[in-house]
């Protein structure tokens, strides 16, 4: 066959010259490549993930590996961006190309969406109708046809030299489109159709022999001529294109612009030319020719299939516009945008580990979540073995991230495998809703400051059976330490007051036991340390201003503790036993406690009370292999707190209160206790606690300082790092001791779930939540009325001993009043000695505490300030004669009784709920009203009130010992001694008359009226002794002669105490 006579014809034709002249195309009507009717797959794409984290990935890389996939099965593939002032939308399409190449396929249709899911992990597609792209093209009737090859991008995963630009790089000439449009009402569509392995070989075969022609002619002229040589450089380049054709897909391609105007869509002809074109657009350039038709043809993904133009020689191309391009061209013209756009979001997504290490899958476990690899739910779960969770885990992210639904998953399966839990809940009220779950009413809920609803009773000073005091102040202590702001001398104070109230209550510090007896009464209450301030500060001998500052800066933290209703929470002898709270699902919710100190601080004292049930319980499990419970601290920060920025005394002190928190919990886990720390600000916890957690849960963390501490504590790269700021709602970063990278999973919606559609939710909300309130406060009241002890602090009198605490500071002035203690002591008295007056006695008790009162509130505070006052009086001969607390308890509820019986006439009054009890039968602490007598109460009062070591016991050893000592005691510290010495300072004139009369008027404070003279006369001398000590003046002459003096007057002839 004779070659050709190479002319600039022949080059022309395959650079498609033809085109240059072509003026306006008229498209319309002619045969076309496309989508058959019905068959077109459209989706909007709303966003892609970013894997160029360092800046290296090429983006072109993903929508190439599509269009080959695509190339094999005959699919065509087609791309629509729509500009707008408010945005883009950009649209992906796919269609079985009705061309050669579906000849053996079916028109079966391609999961687009599954193969973009392959090339970008994690994108968001949405279905839409082939007709909503359609209107967003109607109106753009400006519009021109793009043909010709664009300019070659780099070797896919090339690296760029820092500093390039990416779109320079990778052929991103979309993203230059974009920008240089703006807010502009446009749209670029490009469709490509695929070219049948046949048809292929048919141009490869035609190219290779044109090639051949013309080498054999320009071996035949003995010369090769320029005309010669560029056209054998087109044709190679065509071979080459149509050998990666071969491999990796071969396509009729071509493109439209359009715009609401000429002018406009002028631009974008001149954008598109410089973005998608370049000297490597060879053979053919970037050509962009006007036609009316290009809003028809776009919208249908239609290519004009006009034949060519005749060639000149034995190379042809089959049709006059579409392109033949092979995939990697198609991509630089036809690839998502790698730039965020208004209406398109490029997500980064790095990549997560997928499998967990060193987890035994044979091992009972708990689940955290389906394994998302680059953010594809896999068919894996994230299992953590339940007997690791006693390594204690760490769940972060911010507000609405989701961490809370992940504990919620993580209780819910504890609870199937019988695994208790404790959650203390500082703010909100979340927890309680797992009432509605499988847990139902196994689960407990305390109100913590809430009075009305669950009420609950911690004394922070309660020591447990086993527990030795000192450990427990020296807990007490960083308690205080590292939850109020302190400043010195003050951390030194309170501990040294927390040590007296113990050695006053009874307790040797050293061997831990009380002298008088383990006792609820034996415990201190913070009404115990608020009163010992005062001495404490007085005695260190600062100076009054120090004196002062200091004093009331600790007694106003200490008051907060005991008003309302922390008051009744905290400043109680009982507690709720903590072994109550560890043997069922239990929340605490403390979002009734305002002050955030205060919250810290019953938040501490939950978790040291936990420590020392497990420290006195001695069960340790040494291998620590076993879980027996969990607890979840929300909000860990407010107690586990890093370091703040203060003095740096009480710097130091806080600091080291938080560690020894942080070292309780490291401790715990010996005895089969895990814990989850709960927070949204991972950067103000102690740095031990995200340290010394085996597992971390990270959700969503938008704070860079949060995001660097926990992603250097999982070993997380810079990319997974960033993406911590970056993940959805219920994704979290997983990492434990045993992975070597974190592992990203989605955690499964498990908060309880209404079922209520959003118009109704705020009203069911409500609802529902007084549903919750409401079985809440039922258990409550069931569990108070079986275990009154544990709530009452009053349990030896029948009235409610809650009403009577929250009374208590009303009620104060009332019993310190000396009328109403002078009133009671003689009452006393007249009842120990079943003197005729008791009746009398009584009903003036009630008189005194009625003068104290306006009238109008005798009816609801006479009752409380009675027992108020008995409880004081009590209490203060108990620690006056070290008497055992059960004997004192004892001699309480039985003089209430008396007292009850004594006034039980009285219409002021309900006497009835005088009445006292006693610990006795019908459960481990149900009361019972005691068989009470006069005869009972006055042998037992006897025994505990004398005093054989009373001086007055120096002038006369009454048989027992002195019955009066604690009263005498009482009136001296009252001022007696001051009235004693004045009446020596007066004349000698009637003396022993007139000191007598002193003494003789102070007994008449505490002895009634019908007292035997012999007990008056006694009365009078141990007033009259214990007065005189007190008085430097008086010497032990002196003091021998007062009580000559004053016998001449005061004793009786004989003993009438019989």
């Known amino acids: ?3 050709p006579n190479v002319t600039t014809e022949h080059v022309k034709y395959v650079e498609r010259a033809f085109l240059d002249d072509a003026g306006t195309a008229n498209l319309a009507g002619g045969p076309t490549l496309g989508p058959d009717a019905g068959s077109l797959q459209l989706w909007r794409v709303r966003s892609i993930p970013d894997h160029d984290w360092d800046g290296r990935a090429n983006p072109l890389e993903g929508i190439a590996s599509v269009l080959t996939g695509l190339a094999g099965t005959g699919h065509g593939l087609g791309l629509a961006v729509v500009g707008e002032p408010t945005g883009v939308s950009v649209y992906l399409a796919s269609w079985p190309a009705i061309t050669e190449a579906t000849a053996g396929q079916g028109g079966r249709p391609v999961p687009l969406d599954d193969l973009l899911a392959g090339a970008y992990p994690g994108i968001e597609l949405d279905a839409v109708e082939s007709s909503t792209l359609a209107s967003s093209l109607d109106p753009l009737t400006a ?13 896919f995963g090339a690296d760029r030299a820092p500093g390039r630009d990416l779109d320079a790089d990778t052929g991103a000439g979309l993203d230059r489109l974009i920008r240089s449009l703006g807010s502009d009402t446009w749209a670029y569509v490009l469709c490509a159709s695929p070219v049948s392995g046949e048809g292929v070989e048919g141009l490869s075969d035609r190219t290779l022999n044109e090639l051949r022609s013309v080498q054999n002619s320009v071996q035949r002229a003995e010369g090769e001529t320029p005309i010669a040589s560029a056209y ?7 071979r080459e294109k149509l050998a990666a054709g071969r491999a990796s897909g071969a396509w009729h391609t071509v493109g439209y612009l359009l715009a609401a105007d000429p002018v406009t869509r002028d631009r974008a002809c001149a954008v598109a030319t410089g973005a998608f074109g370049g000297v490597d657009s060879r053979p053919d350039p970037i050509r962009t020719i006007p036609t009316p038709d290009a809003a028809s043809l776009a919208a249908g993904f239609a290519i004009p299939a006009a034949p060519g133009p005749d060639a000149p020689g034995t190379f042809e191309y089959p049709y006059r516009y579409p392109t033949v391009l092979c995939s990697a061209e198609v991509a630089a013209m036809l690839h998502l945008p790698t730039r965020e756009t208004s209406g398109f979001h490029v997500r980064p997504q790095p990549q997560f580990d997928v499998t967990p290490h060193g987890s035994d899958p044979d091992a009972p476990g708990v689940s955290l979540g389906t394994i998302l690899d ?6 894996h779960e994230y299992e953590v073995p339940i007997a690791d969770l006693n390594r204690h885990g760490l769940v972060v992210g911010t507000t609405g991230s989701g961490k809370t639904n992940t504990v919620f998953h993580v209780l819910r399966q504890l609870a199937d495998r019988d695994v208790p839990f404790l959650v203390v809940e500082p703010a909100k009220t979340e927890y309680r809703r797992l009432l509605d779950s499988e847990l139902g009413d196994d689960l407990q809920v305390f109100t913590l400051g809430d009075e009305t609803t669950a009420p609950f009773r911690i004394n922070p000073f309660e020591i447990r059976p086993g527990v030795s005091v000192s450990s427990h102040i020296d807990h007490l202590t960083a308690l205080f330490n590292a939850t109020f702001v302190m400043y010195a001398p003050m951390p030194y104070i309170l501990e040294r007051a927390i040590h007296e109230v113990y050695e006053d209550r009874g307790w040797d510090l050293v061997t831990g036991t009380n002298r008088r007896g383990h006792h609820p009464n034996a415990q201190p209450t913070i009404t115990d340390l608020y009163e010992k301030i005062d001495p404490v500060v007085d005695s260190l001998g600062y100076d009054q201003e120090i004196t002062q500052d200091v004093s009331a800066a600790l007694k106003t933290r200490l008051d907060n503790l005991r008003i309302g209703s922390k008051g009744l929470l905290l400043d109680t002898h009982t ?10 699902p239990t929340v605490l919710e403390l979002d009734a406690v305002g002050n955030d100190d205060e919250k810290a601080f019953l938040m501490g004292l939950v978790l040291f009370s936990l420590y020392e049930h497990y420290q006195s319980s001695g069960a340790m499990d040494a291998a620590g292999a076993s879980l027996n419970h969990v607890t979840v601290v929300e909000e860990a920060h407010r107690l586990l707190s890093a370091s703040s920025s203060g003095g740096p005394e009480s710097s130091n002190k806080a600091g080291q209160a938080v560690e020894s928190f942080t070292n309780l919990l490291a401790e715990i886990r010996a005895y089969g206790e895990g814990a989850l720390v709960v927070d949204q600000t991972p950067a103000k916890l102690a740095p031990s606690v995200v340290k010394n957690t085996n597992l971390k849960v990270v959700h969503r963390l938008l704070a860079d300082d949060d995001r660097r501490l926990l992603g250097g504590s999982m070993g997380a790269s810079a990319e997974q790092t960033r993406w911590l700021g970056l993940s959805g709602v219920g994704e979290a970063a997983v990492f434990s001791g045993a992975d070597d990278n974190p592992i990203l999973v989605d955690v499964p919606f498990r908060k309880v779930d209404t079922g209520v559609d ?26 108070r009325a079986a275990h009154p002890a544990k709530y009452e602090a009053y349990p030896w009198i029948a009235a409610d001993g809650t009403t009577v605490r929250r ?5 104060r002035p009332v019993v310190e009043a000396a009328a109403v203690r002078d009133a009671l002591a003689r009452t006393v008295h007249a009842t120990s000695e079943s003197l005729q007056s008791v009746d009398a006695s009584a ?3 009630l008189d005194a505490v009625a003068g104290e009162l306006s009238t109008a509130r005798v009816d609801d505070l006479a009752v409380p300030a009675l027992v108020v006052a008995i409880e004081t009086h009590f209490e203060s001969l108990g620690e006056s004669v070290d008497a055992p607390y059960e004997t004192i308890q004892a001699l309480k509820a039985s003089f209430a009784t008396l007292l009850a019986d004594a006034i039980a006439d009285d219409a002021r009054i309900d006497a009835s709920q005088l009445a006292g009890t006693t610990p006795g039968g019908g459960g481990d602490d149900a009361s019972s009203t005691a068989a009470v007598t006069p005869a009972g109460f006055a042998e037992t009062y006897a025994s505990v009130v004398a005093v054989d070591s009373c001086p007055c016991m120096a002038y006369e050893a009454v048989d027992g010992g002195c019955r009066y000592s604690v009263d005498a005691q009482r009136l001296v510290a009252d001022g007696v001694g001051d009235d004693l010495t004045d009446a020596l300072a007066a004349s000698s004139d009637g003396l022993w008359k007139r000191v007598s009369g002193v003494v003789g008027d102070a007994t008449g404070r505490f002895l009634p009226a019908d007292a035997s003279a012999t007990a008056r006369w006694r009365g009078a001398r141990c007033v009259a002794v214990q007065a005189a000590a007190e008085v430097e003046t008086i010497d032990a002459a002196l003091e021998a002669k007062l009580v000559d003096g004053i016998e001449s007057v005061l004793a009786p002839e004989s003993d009438d105490t019989q």
């Open 374 to 379: 680059e953010g594809r739910p896999t068919d």
């Open 843 to 845: 009903s003036a008790l």
């Open 232 to 238: 054998q450089q087109v044709l190679d380049g065509v």
């Open 143 to 155: 519009g021109a046809v793009v043909t010709g090859s664009p300019a070659t991008p780099l070797e």
């Open 1 to 3: 066959m004779p070659g």
């Open 758 to 783: 959003a118009a109704a939710a705020d009203t069911t909300d409500s609802v529902e939540d007084a549903s919750l309130e409401a079985r809440i406060r039922a258990r409550s009241e069931r569990t």
């Open 807 to 811: 009374l208590r500071r009303e009620v």
């Open 575 to 584: 507690s709720v036993p903590i072994e109550d709270l560890l043997g069922q």
